[in-house]
Structures are given as C-alpha cells and as structure tokens.
C-alpha cells in the first residue's frame, strides 16, 4: 500500500507565493519520477513539472521561470514552488509518482489533490 499526501494549497492574490508538499510513504521500493498536474475548472489534467531521481526536470511552458519542482529522495517528498502566481493557474494541483514497490513491481500513484486559487 503506497499513499501520496499532498499540502500547501490555498488563496493567494496574484504574484504572490505557495508552495506544495507531496509525500509518499508505505511499501516503498524507490522512486523515478515525481512530479506535479493540474486541472482546472472544465478542463483536461495537464502537466505541470516532473523531476526524475537524479534530478532532470521538465515544466510546462506556461510555468517556466516562475515554478521550480524539487524532491527529497531521503524523504520521499516532492515540492513545487510557485512563485509569480498568475489567475490562470487557478486549478487543483495533483502530485504523482512512479514508485517501485518492494514486490518489484511499478505503479504510478496519484495524490487526492489540493486547491491553488489566484485572485484579488
């Protein structure tokens, strides 16, 4: 059993600041990729930034320059600064990662997601 437990959402005004926490914990082998999605209102789930264990990110064009992701692989976490925080990342934000767990087998595992909402 893995869970990933996200925090950090909230209410921010534009061009302000969060940041987002996502742990996994349980039967945990190791880890590849962690990263971050978002969905808003009506739209599709995209991606946001993805980090692999040895440290290559990838981010959406749209968040490039104002979001850095980074992961702590002793404690299993993956963060996502936000900064420059802009109305149309308004979304609820989803960690995932693809997790090897100690049957050897590999699964990707999603958080319950947590709210980001950017407006004056």
């Known amino acids: 059993q893995v869970q990933l437990v996200e925090s950090g959402g909230g209410l921010v005004q534009p061009g302000g600041s969060l940041r987002l926490s996502c742990a996994a914990s349980g039967s945990i082998f190791s880890i590849n990729v962690m990263g971050w999605y978002r969905q808003a209102p009506g739209k599709q789930r995209d991606l946001v930034a993805t980090?692999?264990?040895?440290?290559?990110?990838n981010y959406a064009d749209s968040v490039k320059g104002r979001f850095t992701i980074s992961r702590d692989n002793a404690k299993n976490t993956v963060y996502l600064q936000m900064n420059s925080l802009k109305p149309e990342d308004t979304a609820v934000y989803y960690c995932?990662?693809?997790?090897?767990?100690?049957?050897?087998?590999?699964?990707?595992?999603w958080g319950q997601g947590t709210q980001v909402t950017v407006t004056s």
């Open positions: 980090m692999t264990s040895g440290g290559s990110t």
């Open positions: 995932n990662a693809d997790i090897v767990t100690t049957d050897y087998y590999e699964y990707r595992y």
